[in-house]
């Protein structure tokens, strides 16, 4: 089975868990069955691989993510880079023309895509495996998965299906209704759309030719940019004749707001927290290495991380997308691919952050034009490199390096830096890189 | 006007704002006639010099509080420091002894003793005018002020007087009483105790030879440690025959929990926050260089400091104590002499630390026996001196200083420096100073 996971969004509505370089499917509080902490892509990559253990899933995404997949999914991970975002149509058009140029595909092949961020059981991706065997029976171009809906939900798109069978033709879609309308929609055995579509690669790769013209996947990649931002939905599935769908009964939640997650993570609480006992449905994620201290809380979440604290009554926790833009701050929280990244001080002309690095991995060799780095190993091994010459690094080892000096590390050990930046322009993207000989 | 500030406890009561190192007494939540942000202790030195510009303030407190005294009410400022806690009685004898013995107040005169958390308006320090004169009147041994009660509190002691009259005799004293016995007390026209009491320096010079074996302040002050803990109250007020009252009718409010804090402090909120239009009667103090966003929240008081988090039910707040006796912490920040302390990061065998140092400040100088510090200069210029030798620093400036080296810098400007601690013992009673030659 050939899956596309979409992850898309950087989503402001986990704040501050989620951020800029954090999308939600990122953070880690679902647990796998021997009780670690898991992210939602985790999850999603780990129930498709039980559900199939032949599957193979490409997953497209932004440059800006990949560090954080191959650091959750491992570096053999197969993933479709967008040069730039470009909405789900040319997305899901880059990443087929990636199955078939790159990884040789099959034009008669099933494909299914699905988005990375619902929070279902394994019959959902039973489910898929059927979808996947409707595409291949080819009884209708594109096959959906919709979902039984538990109330008329102002927030999804509708199909409207021909009958209440388990799979039916499609006979319309319905843009997001008002309460009422979705309520009729309800009466004529409506379905909410779960963003999922299967198809034969051919079909898909003939559509996109008719509407954009490219060569193939590196012809396609280099003119991304140029691309027009569209949806899958109105690009190819309003305008589709041949559609069916498959209609799921089984659990099926969409985590994009915290009144939702609070409903799916494995604890209440994560992290170093404390709660009196007249909490009362009160859920706290603490990424901090301070305590928190609820009391008396009803129907709260309190979420904290190095970006900011949350505070939110839960069912006001949907609406927090506009605070959280005039809030505007630099994500100071990072996942990279060799560890992470936390900011702990921030000053006009400095940054004193913590570096976590895994054994085994090195950061890019780089230098800053208009900022000095102060790094002091307060645990674990490495290998410097500062301008082509090569240092071992131990616990208390200091080294200075001055702006415009090439430099790098590789964890020997697992390896804990402070680095203090110092400079008057002090920006991420004052970072040249160059190959390490 | 001779008045000893009794500046006592180190609070739980106001986690995260206060801990074993910064009183409650400390932290700037109030603000002065010229919108400036002010602690308990510097309103309440304000408010005394505004009643009495010749007041002759001895703040009675305990060595750790001292730089943080200072700090705020400035060097010139009149400190009976108390080798260790025992209660009310030893404290006011010391103070006496030390007004007598150091600062020459004659037995004749009259002292009034305060202690410096109520939250009051001016007119109570003009009450406190009069009780010195009626101490100085003499016409009692002990005068007092007593609060007209505004309900039947259980937790207060009681004064009942003779009479409703302004000033009154005391007929007894009472303990904290219930709310049912309250209200017969208040039937009786009585009084809250607010812990002052006005008396001539001789009568309590004279009580205190009877009930404690001393020559003099310094004698007294060498066997601090011997002397039985036990309040004034105990031990002189319920067991003297000569007392009268005060009666004061003005504000008068208790802030030792964040409930009451709340109440009183100057604005909502403090620090970086955004509270979205939902959120009804919730106060915010965000001591974080991270922002809080508050959505839907209803009688909540929030709280952030290096130490921690507090989300609390108003009502629920004053509960905290034994829970914040759990996390059990060492102090993140410390308000010193020279500026301030913070903890940026710690793990198993290192801590850093930002010190933040006001121009014209030094640190002791001093060296460990069991950590090395690496101090990375992010802003402004010192001189620091090494093993006896000085070194001129400046931004961007590093040094290292191996265990068993003594050091100490001077500001010569606002100065910022990140101390990065290593060694498997970092104590804070790993310090040995020395006189700098």
Known sequence: MNIILLSGGSGKRLWPLSNDVRSKQFIKLFKDENGEYESMVQRVYRQINTADANAKITIATSKSQTSAIKNQLGEKVSICVEPCRRDTFPAIVLSAAYLHDEMGVHEDEAVVVCPVDPYVDNTYYEAISILKELAEAGTAKLTLLGIEPTYPSEKY??????????????????????????????????????????????????????MIEF??????????????????????????????????????????????MAEVMADATKGWTVLDETCENTNVVNELNIPILCMGCKDLVVAASGDGILVSDKER??????????????????EKSWGSYTVIDAEPGSM?????MK???????HMHNYREEVWTVVSGKGKAVVDGMEQMLRTGDVIMIAAGCKHTVEALSDLDIIEVQLGDEISISDKIKFPLD
Request: overall charge negative; aromatic content about 14%; charged content about 30%.
């Open 359 to 365: 054994a085994g991995e090195h950061l890019s060799y």
């Open 352 to 356: 004193t952050v913590k570096l976590s």
């Open 215 to 260: 060569d193939d996947y590196r012809d396609l990649f280099a003119k991304y940019g140029t691309l027009t931002k569209i949806s899958f939905d109105y690009a190819v599935a309003e305008k589709e004749p041949s559609i069916q769908v498959l209609r799921y009964r089984g659990d099926w939640k969409d985590v994009g707001t915290w009144n939702m």
């Open 317 to 334: 926790s949907g609406y927090m997308k506009p605070f959280v833009e005039t809030i505007e701050t630099e994500a100071r929280y990072a």
């Open 157 to 210: 798109g509708y199909i409207i299906p021909e009958s209440d069978e388990n799979i039916s033709d499609v006979r319309e879609f319905k843009e997001k209704p008002d309460a009422k309308t979705a309520e009729k929609y309800l009466a004529q055995n409506a379905l909410w759309n779960a963003g999922i579509f299967a198809f034969k690669l051919g079909y898909l790769l003939k559509k996109a030719h008719s």
